[in-house]
Every structure is written in structure tokens, then in C-alpha cells.
T-cell receptor, first 115, second 117 residues
Framework: AQKVTQAQTEISVVEKEDVTLDCVYE???????LFWYKQPPSGELVFLIR??????QNEISGRYSWNFQKSTSSFNFTITASQVVDSAVYFC????????????FGKGTTLSVSS | DSGVTQTPKHLITATGQRVTLRCSPR?????VYWYQQSLDQGLQFLIH???????AKGNILERFSAQQFPDLHSELNLSSLELGDSALYFC????????????????FGPGTRLLVL
């Protein structure tokens, strides 16, 4: 069975701190996709990144970076120099490699950044 | 703005009633997915349509049904509503170039918040 675990329910940091959100997944598939989505207080789900299972290169986009380690089945997300606008619920998700497979979401991590 | 639209934004109704949620996918996207977000269950997949055909079902109750129309918009029908159906319902559309394509990202609409009283 496929499963995504986000062990951190809530994280609170002060602006400019770095923060890492953990994601551990389980799948029997050899190829799959991993995702991160952001849900700000307004409620919409915003796509952040898609990573396929055979590309273990870390990715950086501005203050965001992602560390994918297949050996530990982890896909962690780091926000550098956090800002108040980063306050949101962050979801890690897993899907099969073929289009048409549903996203399996973790329970989410609520990040609160205070000024 | 993802380009996916959902109406209405909020819906308040009573137990036993029936409601219809509407979703318009991004221009050019043929796939539509429905998800339910509740406090106890989290984000759960309900159903997937591709170009008008049902492709997969998840944890969708028999009281719920959906369809995708020729213009690709989709509707999720919820009937005999119960208190526990109160949730945020998301529609997502996908950029897969075909039903078998391996390249796909799901883009989510703003959601419809349903409150059953």
C-alpha cells in the first residue's frame, strides 16, 4: 500500500529562521512521483514541485529547496530565511508514475512563521 | 491562480439535501480529479475523469456521483447529505497529454467549502 507520513504536525519558527519539513513515503512501485503542495490560510492548494523517482538531484528554487533520498524514502522540504508569508499547511504527496493515478497525501505540516 | 475554477465557493445546506459542485479545468486539460479534505480524514481522492470518461474511483460514497461533460467541466453531486459530509471539496485538473502519459501535475481549484447543518 502507498503511504505518506509527515510526522511534524506543527512547526513554529521566527522570521529568517531556516525550517525543514519532513516527508517519508512508502510504495512498492519502482517508479513514482513525489510532490509538495502549499495550502495558505485562504484554503487553496498551490503546487510547489514534482519530482520523479529516478531523479535524485536536489532542487533549489529561490528560498525553497528539496532533498530527495530514495535510500531512506524521504523527500524533505527546506525553507531558508523563512518569512511570515510562508505560514501555511504544507502537504507532501505521492502518485504512481502513469497519468491518471490519484495523489496520496500526507496529513500535512502546519508552519507558523512569526515576525 | 491555478486556472481551475470551482463554484460555489461556500455552500451551507441541511442534512438530507442534495447539492452540486461545479469545476472547470484549466484550458486544454482533459483530466479532472475530485478530492475531499476533512479534519479527520485529511485529503482523500474521490474520483477521476479523463475526456468525459470515468477512469478511477477512490473513497467515494455511493451517495456521491460525478460526471464530466463534453465541454470538459465536471460536476460532483452529493445527495442525502449527512453532517459528516461537511468538508472542503477540491477539483484538480491535470496537464497529462494523454490518458497514458507519464508526465502529470495536478493543479487544484480554490475548493468548495460545504457545511451541512
Amino acid at each position: 500500500a502507498q503511504k505518506v507520513t509527515q510526522a511534524q504536525t506543527e512547526i513554529s519558527v521566527v522570521e529568517k529562521e531556516d525550517v525543514t519539513l519532513d516527508c517519508v513515503y512508502e510504495t512498492r512501485d519502482t517508479t513514482y512521483y513525489l510532490f509538495w503542495y502549499k495550502q495558505p490560510p485562504s484554503g487553496e492548494l498551490v503546487f510547489l514541485i514534482r519530482r520523479n523517482s529516478f531523479d535524485e538531484q536536489n532542487e533549489i528554487s529561490g528560498r525553497y529547496s528539496w532533498n530527495f533520498q530514495k535510500s531512506t524514502s524521504s523527500f524533505n522540504f527546506t525553507i531558508t530565511a523563512s518569512q511570515v508569508v510562508d505560514s501555511a499547511v504544507y502537504f507532501c504527496a505521492l502518485s504512481g508514475y502513469q497519468a491518471g493515478t490519484a495523489l496520496i497525501f500526507g496529513k500535512g505540516t502546519t508552519l507558523s512563521v512569526s515576525s | 491562480d491555478s486556472g481551475v475554477t470551482q463554484t460555489p465557493k461556500h455552500l451551507i445546506t441541511a442534512t438530507g439535501q442534495r447539492v452540486t459542485l461545479r469545476c472547470s479545468p484549466r484550458s486544454g486539460d482533459l483530466s479532472v480529479y475530485w478530492y475531499q479534505q476533512s479534519l479527520d480524514q485529511g485529503l482523500q481522492f474521490l474520483i477521476h475523469y479523463y475526456n468525459g470518461e470515468e477512469r478511477a474511483k477512490g473513497n467515494i460514497l455511493e451517495r456521491f456521483s460525478a460526471q464530466q461533460f463534453p465541454d470538459l467541466h465536471s460536476e460532483l453531486n452529493l445527495s442525502s447529505l449527512e453532517l459528516g459530509d461537511s468538508a472542503l471539496y477540491f477539483c484538480a485538473s491535470s496537464d497529462a497529454s494523454s490518458a497514458l502519459s507519464s508526465q502529470e501535475t495536478q493543479y487544484f481549484g480554490p475548493g468548495t467549502r460545504l457545511l451541512v447543518l
